[in-house]
């Protein structure tokens, strides 16, 4: 048992601290994505442009500046802005139909998506523990469906379950996202993904919008109560791009993964508080699977990371044993 002492380190701290920033900046895009849709404001692909912009700008600012040449090809990072800035897309327009809650919890639907999809091209083995925690997960998403059907007209959008589709796929292009940048990061560089993502997201985007929301834009009236929803959700897109690699290296994923389960309880604060709506009581209960089988999840990826340690630790320790003792076949 490791004592209380042993959590409360200063690396412990700051992963708490940023891991709650990350969750309060994804609650804030569903927070602002929500105030804009219900202004009537359908520009989904036009909210994410600005960050794919700020990406370009200050990342690729960092790599004109070192003057290296690309660790992985160009047009390696084409489709994966195309499919980043469609996720993204997906997600944002979903807000037209359903919840903000409902949202927020389906986007959980990337988790066992990247498993499958890692199991699949980057051959990443998962013990039972983790696919029971995925399990409980998609029965959580379940619910949250079933929620819709029967809350009808208090699920806070005109067509629940096209809401709950356009976010279950946003999901999935999510999770080839994370599967990509995974495999980019690991081969390519971190400062290099945000700066070619953020160019390629942004050139998509600019077409994207030309071509299906020129009318929409051209109709907005651009007022304070548009204008500031509108900048903030590209603003929090921005530090969130940015900072979830920091986690990373700081936590890991596990405390990614627990630190945006409070997005959900932020959400119903929100949902509750500032809109004054009715959240349903299904919804309670599938945020309660969601949590229980995210944690599953993440202590099954705690044992796997403890169990590779000691397993590193026990090599060490044997390389480093004295080579003057023979074999015990060989001593006589």
């Given at each position: 048992m490791r004592?209380?002492?042993?959590?409360?380190?200063?690396?412990?701290?700051?992963g708490l601290g940023l891991g709650q920033f990350l969750s309060l900046l994804i609650t804030s895009t569903g927070?602002?994505?929500?105030?804009?849709?219900?202004?009537?404001?359908?520009?989904?692909?036009?909210?994410?442009?600005?960050?794919?912009?700020?990406?370009?700008?200050?990342?690729?600012?960092?790599?004109?500046?070192?003057?290296k040449a690309l660790k992985a090809k160009w047009y390696f990072?084409?489709?994966?802005?195309?499919?980043?800035?469609?996720?993204?897309?997906?997600?944002?327009?979903?807000?037209?139909?359903?919840?903000?809650?409902s949202v927020m919890l389906l986007d959980?639907?990337?988790?066992?998506?990247?498993?499958?999809?890692?199991?699949i091209f980057l051959k990443t083995k998962y013990r039972f523990r983790k696919i029971g925690g995925v399990v409980v997960c998609v029965a959580g998403l379940v619910v949250v469906i079933f929620s819709d059907v029967h809350a009808g007209d208090r699920?806070?959008?005109?067509?629940?379950?096209?809401?709950?589709?356009?976010?279950?796929?946003?999901?999935?292009?999510y999770a080839v996202t994370n599967v990509?940048?995974?495999?980019?990061?690991?081969?390519?560089?971190?400062?290099?993904?945000?700066?070619?993502?953020?160019?390629f997201g942004a050139i998509i985007s600019a077409i994207q919008i030309s071509i299906i929301e020129r009318k929409e834009l051209r109709s907005i009236r651009w007022t304070p109560e548009a204008a500031i929803p509108f900048a903030g959700f590209s603003v929090a897109m921005f530090f969130f791009y940015s900072l979830v690699p920091v986690l990373l290296q700081i936590s890991g994923s596990t405390m990614l993964n627990l630190s945006l389960l409070t997005s959900d309880m932020w959400s119903i604060v929100?949902?509750?508080?500032?809109?004054?709506?009715?959240?349903?009581?299904?919804?309670?209960?599938?945020?309660?699977?969601?949590?229980?089988?995210?944690?599953?999840?993440?202590?099954?990826?705690?044992?796997?990371?403890?169990?590779?340690?000691?397993?590193?630790?026990?090599?060490?320790e044997h390389d480093k044993r004295p080579y003057k003792e023979c074999p015990p076949e060989n001593r006589y």
């Open positions: 004592s209380f002492k042993d959590f409360c380190t200063k690396k412990t701290l700051i927070f602002a994505s929500s105030e804009l849709a219900k202004r009537g404001i359908n520009a989904p692909t036009s909210q994410s442009f600005i960050n794919y912009v700020l990406l370009a700008i200050v990342y690729g600012s960092i790599v004109l500046y070192r003057r990072y084409i489709p994966l802005g195309l499919v980043d800035v469609e996720a993204n897309y997906l997600v944002v327009k979903a807000y037209q139909y359903t919840s903000l809650t959980c639907w990337t988790i066992p998506c990247v498993m499958l999809l890692t199991w699920a806070g959008g005109s067509s629940p379950l096209k809401g709950d589709a356009l976010v279950i796929a946003g999901a999935t292009l990509s940048e995974e495999f980019l990061v690991k081969n390519a560089d971190r400062v290099e993904l945000m700066a070619m993502l953020g160019s929100i949902r509750v508080v500032a809109y004054h709506e009715k959240v349903d009581w299904l919804y309670y209960l599938a945020f309660a699977a969601v949590i229980i089988g995210l944690i599953t999840y993440s202590v099954g990826e705690r044992e796997e990371e403890d169990r590779r340690r000691t397993n590193v630790d026990v090599e060490a």
